[in-house]
Each structure stands twice: as C-alpha cells, then as structure tokens.
C-alpha cells in the first residue's frame, strides 16, 4: 500500500467516524423533539409475567398486581439495522393493576376476567436537569379463558387504551388490541405465549392530526420448577409498529403503540431476548424479576430494561 493509498484510507475512516458521531448528534436532537414518546419504548408485551396466563378458574376473586421497568436509553437501531449510541436517559415505569377473576357454574370449565391497568411513568435526564413524570394513558383487560385438557390454558384477551393520561406522557389517541393466550405445565416445566394485534384511532396533539398504524406482537417464556418456590426463565419477544401518516400531507410520522414508539418517522420493530426467575414467596404470593435486551432492530430505541411483576390475592 502506498502512503498515498493508507492516507485516503485513514481520512475515510475519520470521515465514517464523524458521520456516525453526527447522526448520533442528530438523532439525540430528532428525540428530544419526539419525546418523551420515542423514548417510551418498552413493548407493551415484554410486561407480560413468565407465567402470568397459568389462570385458575374461580367463582370470585380479587387481585391486586404490580409491574414495574427500569430502561436504560443509550443506543437506537437506524433504519438498516446497525446499532449507534445515543446521550443516555432513563425510564422508570410503574403501573399499578387491579383485576377480579369469575366463573359461573353453569359454564364449568370457563374462567372471566376484568382488569384496570394504571402506568406511572418517570423519564430522567431527558434533557440535563429536567424530568417528565406523570399517569400514561390506563389499559383495560376483558378476557375469557378455558382449560380443554389438564395443565393447558387457552384465552382471548380485549385490551382497550384511552387517552387520559397527563398531558406530557398522552399518546392523544385510543387504541384497542386483540390478545390471544395461552399457558402448559407439563412435568417441571411450563411455557407461557402472548400474540397480539392492535388498530388506534387517529392522534390529535399539537394542533395536527396523525393517522396511527397498526401494531403487532408476540411474547413466550419457558421456565423451569427447581423447587416449588424457585423457577428461572428465558423469554422471547417480538413487537412491531406500522408507519403513522400525518392525516392532512401524508406524510410519515412515527409509528405508535401503547408504551412503544418508533423513533423517526416511519415504522419500526425490535427483537428482544432475556431471562430471569420466578418466585413463589408464600403459598397465594408470586414475584417475578427478569430482564430484556434488544438482539435485532429497526428505527427504535433499544431495549436495555428490567422488569418486575408483582401479585397479592385481596
């Protein structure tokens, strides 16, 4: 190699190198523009428990449940896949649930479900020295599920969202998601699936109006009984956003989902892979701890967060 050849080598990587740094620069700016709704990007799914469809089917009980996340925000995938960094933020999620579980004899066989489902949400060092905190827009569950053979658990989910969150955090439109469940115990192990698909209505915020695209997404969990209290886990997620359109230009505008949003205008999707454990701490009591990273992406935040997931009979 000539100096000649080795000097316009090195001056392209620097050259590579500084494109890099400032499409990081650009993107952290297009964010802070977009935010806090790009940076809320835990997939709604990824909440679900490692066992959480394992449902018994009561006359009539209550429950009360917490799930919390803790994200990490320090890289995006672009559009081609690659992976960049970001100026780091954190997101702190708590949403607080209540359900109550009832059956009816004269369908024996056949569990009810309603349930309530309140996220809280905190997105620190967002820009330095300020914070955003306040209610997310609430969820809704109605389901039915059936047990057609011992140790399986098949189950249909409907799961309204509605606009009535403070106004920071809002996504400005409704939403409703088609849930489909499912859960077996065979031996020591059990496996727990999630799919799902949801439609919303058109967003108004900030004087404009935006169609929101579809989302999709899926969730399973294989765990393992070590002792009766004791189970660790691995989990697999996939979610996936439709690019929403501005309703007046038709132009692209991220595409939305409840807690999950693409980053730059157009759709996105993330790939997640984790593990963690499950714990039963007393005989009606379940704790669940576990964590999630991204391992394929497009146009999104990447995942970096643990999760926790809470029940107490009432």
């Given at each position: 190699?000539?100096t000649e050849e080795g000097g316009s080598k090195l001056l392209g990587n620097i050259s590579v190198r500084r494109a890099l740094r400032a499409m990081a620069a650009c993107i952290g700016l297009v964010t802070s523009?977009?935010?806090?709704?790009?940076?809320?990007?835990?997939?709604?799914?990824?909440?679900?428990?490692?066992?959480?469809?394992?449902?018994?089917?009561?006359?009539?009980?209550?429950?009360?449940?917490?799930?919390?996340?803790?994200?990490?925000?320090?890289?995006?995938?672009?559009?081609?896949?690659?992976?960049?960094?970001?100026?780091?933020?954190?997101?702190?999620?708590?949403?607080?649930?209540?359900?109550?579980?009832?059956?009816?004899?004269?369908?024996?066989?056949?569990?009810?479900?309603?349930?309530?489902?309140?996220?809280?949400?905190?997105?620190?060092?967002?820009?330095?020295?300020?914070?955003?905190?306040?209610?997310?827009?609430?969820?809704?569950?109605?389901?039915?599920?059936?047990?057609?053979?011992?140790?399986?658990?098949?189950?249909?989910?409907?799961?309204?969202?509605?606009?009535?969150?403070?106004?920071?955090?809002?996504?400005?439109?409704?939403?409703?998601?088609?849930?489909?469940?499912?859960?077996?115990?065979?031996?020591?192990?059990?496996?727990?699936?999630?799919?799902?698909?949801?439609?919303?209505?058109?967003?108004?915020?900030?004087?404009?109006?935006?169609?929101?695209?579809?989302?999709?997404?899926?969730?399973?969990?294989?765990?393992?009984?070590?002792?009766?209290?004791?189970?660790?886990?691995?989990?697999?997620?996939?979610?996936?956003?439709?690019?929403?359109?501005?309703?007046?230009?038709?132009?692209?505008?991220?595409?939305?989902?409840?807690?999950?949003?693409?980053?730059?205008?157009?759709?996105?999707?993330?790939?997640?892979?984790?593990?963690?454990?499950?714990?039963?701490?007393?005989?009606?009591?379940?704790?669940?701890?576990?964590?999630?990273?991204?391992?394929?992406?497009?146009?999104?935040?990447?995942?970096?967060?643990?999760?926790?997931?809470?029940?107490?009979?009432?």
């Amino acid at each position: 190699m000539t100096t000649e050849e080795g000097g316009s080598k090195l001056l392209g990587n620097i050259s590579v190198r500084r494109a890099l740094r400032a499409m990081a620069a650009c993107i952290g700016l297009v964010t802070s523009a977009y935010a806090p709704v790009a940076l809320a990007a835990d997939p709604l799914l990824s909440l679900v428990g490692p066992d959480e469809w394992n449902l018994p089917i009561l006359q009539s009980k209550n429950l009360f449940l917490v799930s919390g996340l803790a994200q990490v925000n320090s890289s995006f995938y672009d559009n081609n896949g690659h992976s960049h960094s970001i100026p780091e933020s954190d997101l702190y999620g708590t949403v607080v649930r209540f359900a109550h579980m009832f059956a009816f004899e004269s369908l024996p066989g056949v569990g009810f479900g309603v349930e309530y489902l309140q996220p809280v949400l905190d997105i620190e060092r967002l820009i330095p020295g300020q914070s955003i905190t306040g209610l997310a827009d609430p969820l809704f569950e109605l389901g039915v599920y059936f047990k057609p053979v011992p140790g399986l658990t098949l189950g249909y989910l409907n799961v309204p969202s509605l606009p009535m969150g403070s106004m920071e955090l809002s996504k400005h439109f409704w939403s409703d998601a088609s849930t489909f469940i499912w859960n077996y115990h065979t031996g020591k192990f059990g496996f727990n699936g999630t799919a799902a698909i949801g439609f919303s209505s058109t967003q108004h915020s900030g004087g404009k109006d935006t169609h929101i695209g579809n989302w999709y997404g899926t969730e399973v969990t294989a765990l393992y009984e070590v002792t009766r209290w004791l189970a660790p886990f691995i989990g697999f997620t996939y979610h996936k956003n439709e690019a929403a359109h501005d309703a007046f230009t038709g132009a692209a505008a991220p595409g939305q989902s409840p807690l999950y949003s693409c980053l730059l205008p157009g759709g996105c999707h993330e790939e997640l892979l984790g593990g963690g454990v499950n714990l039963h701490i007393a005989p009606k009591h379940t704790l669940s701890l576990w964590y999630y990273t991204g391992i394929e992406g497009s146009n999104v935040v990447k995942n970096n967060s643990t999760y926790l997931l809470y029940t107490h009979p009432l």
